[in-house]
Every structure is written in C-alpha cells, then in structure tokens.
C-alpha cells in the first residue's frame, strides 16, 4: 500500500498546493472539514491587517484598504466554487444567521403557503432555526416538516413553501443530487435553500446551472478562513428584486452614510449585510480564499474521491473494515469529501488516535469522522493514519481512562 500511495502521490496535480499551507510537523490533519489548515497567506495578511492596517491606518482603512468592500468582494471569490455567477454571493454572519434571513425572506416570497421541510438528520442548527422562526411567527405561518432524507422526494408537495437541505450531510457524508431535487420541488411551486456547509470548496457545485434560489454555506471547512470565518449567502438573481429579509440593518441600507432614518435596502445581495463586518476575520478570509485561484474543482473532486477510496482499501489492508462500519454510501460518487464509520468506541478512539498524531474528530452518538481535504492531504498520510489507527486497535489504547471524558468540543 506504501508504494501505491507514493505513487498515486506523484500522480497528484494538486500536490503543490501544500505548500500553501502551515501544518505542523508529526501531525496528519483528517479534519480540514471542520477547520480547514492555516493558508500562509492568511497568516501574513492577519499580521498586515492588525499591525500595518489596523495598527497605522486607522479608520481611513474602510476606504484605503477597500475594508468596505469586503463582504462583497469575498462572496465573489466564493461565487465561481460554488457555480454562482457575479452579483448572487455576499459575506456575512454565520450560517445560522443566513439561514434566518433567507428562510424569513423565502417565506414572504410563498404567501399562503406555511411549511418548511427540512431532513431529522439535517445539522441541527438548520432545524433550530427553522424552530426559532415558528416560535416567532406561530405555527399559521411557519410550520416545521422533518422527514427522512430517503423521502423527502416523496413528502414534496403544493402545501411546502420551502425545502432546507444540506447538500452533503454531515455525519455519513451522503451527497444529494441538487439538480434533481431543485427541479422537483421547482415543480410544486417550492423554493430550495442548499446549505454548502460540506459542499463549499469540496466538490463543484452548481448553483445557477441547477436553477437553485438560495443557498448559505461557511468558509471555515473546505475554504480554510479561520475559526469562527463569516459565512456567505446566495440569492439567485431572479429572486433578487422580490427578497427582503428582516435583519435590516445600516450595511444593508443604500445609502448608510447618508443616515437617513428610512430604511431603504440597497439593491442586489447585498442588501443581506446587517451590521458591520468583521474586518479582521474577513480580510484573514479573503486572503484564504487567493488560494483556489488557479485550482480546478473537477481535479478537486477526482482526488477527493480518490482519496476516499483509498482510506477504505488501507482499512482492509489493516485487516478494519469489519471492525469500523462505514455508514456513508458505498459509492465515491454519492459522496461528499469525508467518511464516516460506526464504533462503540468512536470517543475514545478518536482521543488515541489524536494522541498519536492524527487528527480526525467524533460525532455523536457513535461516530469516527475522517475528512479528505485534496489541497493539502497526501495519499501516504492516509496510509500512516490507518496504520497508527491498526496499533490503537491492537493494543486497545482506546480503553485508557484518559480518553473516557468527553470534552465541550468534538
Ligand atoms: C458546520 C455547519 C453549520 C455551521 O453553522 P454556523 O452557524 O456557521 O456555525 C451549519 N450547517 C451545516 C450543515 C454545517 O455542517
């Protein structure tokens, strides 16, 4: 296995590109689809952006620095990775937040219709906020459907005002087909909202080309922006002029320095900017973002899948695979960039494997994740992790009592 991954290795077109990024030394990073690596770039433009922009030039920053134009300019280094063509993206907020605005905005687009219906398996924050609006609005205009994500093709119906889904979801990883679906609720009158989370610099994703209305996504997985990086928003051209979400805030307003009591919104998806943007956290973004510049997202996706596949046969060279239950589907093509298999001792398993240098992470209630990120993983990695993994097995370190507790973050 050693020699293939050597060789698969010096096959790789992207394998460059790691040299983009800081890693530290002794550690195999499985989990770039939580936190995505520390680009250098990002880095130096961290430091110019505290000492040199923040540090020297003040407040004149906002236009020296072009601070202003962040939000847009960001989304529109996001808007060709995701299929989106100029002036749909913007950055802002968290997910969580997006989501309020587009689902309250969708839902005044669906006069007479209530419900929107999300997957149980959804990320929960999805659902918490779809809660969140119904506890807000009353049940009369904003009922919430939770369906398996094996019917919700089935579940579509007149009565839906909008379906919520994450494209890859983010426990087994299964991909769902947005072209099919969008044309499907598109025929009952529905309107989509595609949440990119495991999507957004893992796979090519084509909004415009799949006819999608709406879709959120973060920048902090696959797009490498840092801990905590903002969002972005999509908002399909067409729905531009008739979108109006709730948090009107002055960034959002077409004119915020004439401050003018009245608020009128700024044409366009900016009109999704609320209060002012988090400077320092989206320059460090936009420097992030410079690196897929030259990188193709088909070749993106080849290793990717590639990857995948190849974690699989070394859990069978090892002698795993009846041991860890993968419960993502079978085939590459049905999935997004990660994996994910069952143990009873996934917690602790995971802690030994952290201990001895790889980095995944757990997933409740049973589940190892293993995330395959193509701009700075290599294939041999993949092959020592699941060796370091055998000799945890083997020896059954996983039933130290150090790694029993369970810490506030997994
Ligand atoms: C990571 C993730 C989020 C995170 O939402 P934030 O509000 O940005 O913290 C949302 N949805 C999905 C599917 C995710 O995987």
């Not at 997004?336 to 001792?345: I, M, P, R, T, Y």
Request: charged share 20%.
């Amino acid at each position: 296995m050693l020699s293939i991954a050597q060789n698969l290795d010096r096959q790789d077109a992207l394998a460059a590109l790691r040299q983009q990024f800081y890693l530290p030394q002794g550690t195999i990073y499985l989990d770039g689809n939580s936190l995505g690596a520390l680009p250098v770039a990002a880095k130096e433009r961290a430091v110019e952006v505290v000492n040199q922009q923040w540090g020297q030039d003040l407040i004149t920053s906002w236009n020296k620095h072009a601070w202003i134009d962040l939000p847009l300019h960001c989304g529109e280094l996001i808007a060709p990775l995701i299929g989106a063509a100029p002036g749909q993206v913007i950055c802002c907020d968290s997910i969580s937040v997006n989501l309020f605005k587009v689902l309250s905005a969708a839902l005044q687009m669906q006069k007479g219709r209530s419900k929107v219906i999300t997957t149980v398996d959804n990320f929960p924050t999805d659902i918490y906020v779809i809660e969140g609006l119904r506890q807000q609005l009353g049940e009369v205009s904003c009922e919430l459907v939770l369906s398996e994500e094996s019917e919700i093709e089935t579940q579509l119906d007149e009565r839906i005002a909008i379906l919520l889904l994450t494209q890859v979801n983010f426990r087994s990883g299964r991909l769902l087909d947005m072209r099919r679906i969008t044309e499907l609720a598109h025929e009952k009158g529905i309107l989509v909202v595609w949440d990119l989370a495991h999507s957004a610099g893992a796979l090519p994703v084509k909004l415009d080309g799949c006819n999608a209305d709406f879709a959120v996504g973060c920048t902090y997985k696959y797009l490498n922006g840092g801990p905590g990086a903002p969002a972005f928003i999509y908002v399909a051209q067409r729905h531009q002029g008739e979108f109006q979400q709730p948090i009107s805030g002055w960034m959002g307003h077409a004119a915020p320095f004439s401050f003018n009591s009245a608020y009128a919104p700024v044409p366009g998806v900016k009109q999704n900017l609320s209060g002012t943007p988090a400077v320092i956290a989206m320059s460090v973004l936009e420097a992030a973002l410079n690196v897929w510049s030259d990188v193709d997202m088909l070749r993106v996706r080849q290793k990717s899948m590639a990857m995948g596949e190849f974690f699989l046969e070394c859990l069978k060279a090892c002698g795993l695979d009846d041991e860890f239950v993968c419960v993502s589907p079978d085939s590459a093509l049905e999935r997004g960039s990660q994996l994910a298999f069952q143990h009873q001792h996934a917690y602790a398993i995971c802690q030994a494997w952290i201990d001895a240098g790889v980095i995944a992470d757990f997933r409740a209630p049973d589940l190892l994740r293993v995330g395959f990120t193509p701009l700075y993983i290599s294939f041999e990695e993949l092959w020592q992790a699941v060796n370091k993994l055998k000799l945890i097995m083997e020896n059954k370190e996983y039933l130290r009592d150090a790694y029993q507790s369970i810490q506030t973050v997994t």
